[in-house]
Structures are given as structure tokens and as C-alpha cells.
Nanobody, 122 residues
Framework: VQLQASGGGLVQPGGSLNLSCAVPGRTNVRYNMGWFRQDPGTVRELVAI????????SYADSVKSRFTISRPSTENAVYLQMSSLKPEDTAVYYC????????????????WGQGTLVTVSS
């Protein structure tokens, strides 16, 4: 079953947008979770990752200081707060989950969301 992501849309440059995603159903697995993005014709790239405890995070250099990843303490869910958005942030954003943090770092998580489109344009 795919992860359920939401929050994409059209925003002007310099604006903000929040994405959210959750692992559906009940599970005893504590997932590390993250966000990736892909522009047509390009390779899917990692945006941000957060560990299952919420204490470990990683960001792509291109989004550091502009994006913040977070998660609730007791749920397999993840949020991405995006600010100071730029046209080059335009992409389909995918959430992902994996029991291993390294699988997310390597771009090979076991579970993916369906993607939500973020368009930054005036």
C-alpha cells in the first residue's frame, strides 16, 4: 500500500508550502522517513530524511536553511515545511519510508508515496 502524501500546489517564488505524508494502517515497524523530488527528465533526488526517533535529519545542500523536515513522536508520518521557494524547487515530491536510514540515504527505500506536484512560478 502506498504512502499517502498531500500538500502540493502552486506557489509564487519566495512563498511557502507544507507537505505531509503518513504510512497507512497499523504497524509495529518504526520507519525512517524522507522526501525526494523529481523534475521531468532528471534523476529523482533526495530532499530530506528524518530518523525514526526524530533526532537525526539530513538535507540536500540546495534546501538547507529553507526546508524543515519533522515528524510526530509516535506515528509513522512526516512533514516538510518549505519556505523561500524558488522556481528550481518545482518538481513532483515523493515521500518514502524504510526501516533502515541508510536505505533512504541511498535512494532505495522500500515504500514510496504517489507523489505530489509542487510548482513555483509567478
Amino acid at each position: 500500500v502506498q504512502l499517502q502524501a498531500s500538500g502540493g500546489g502552486l506557489v509564487q517564488p519566495g512563498g511557502s508550502l507544507n507537505l505531509s505524508c503518513a504510512v497507512p494502517g497499523r504497524t509495529n515497524v518504526r520507519y525512517n522517513m524522507g522526501w525526494f523530488r523529481q523534475d521531468p527528465g532528471t534523476v529523482r533526488e533526495l530532499v530530506a530524511i528524518i530518523g525514526w526517533s526524530g533526532r537525526t535529519t539530513s538535507y540536500a545542500d540546495s534546501v538547507k536553511s529553507r526546508f524543515t523536515i519533522s515528524r510526530p513522536s509516535t506515528e509513522n508520518a512526516v512533514y516538510l515545511q518549505m519556505s523561500s521557494l524558488k522556481p528550481e524547487d518545482t518538481a513532483v515530491y515523493y515521500c518514502a519510508a524504510d526501516p533502515l536510514y541508510s536505505d533512504l540515504e541511498n535512494g532505495r527505500p522500500v515504500r514510496w508515496g504517489q507523489g505530489t506536484l509542487v510548482t513555483v512560478s509567478s
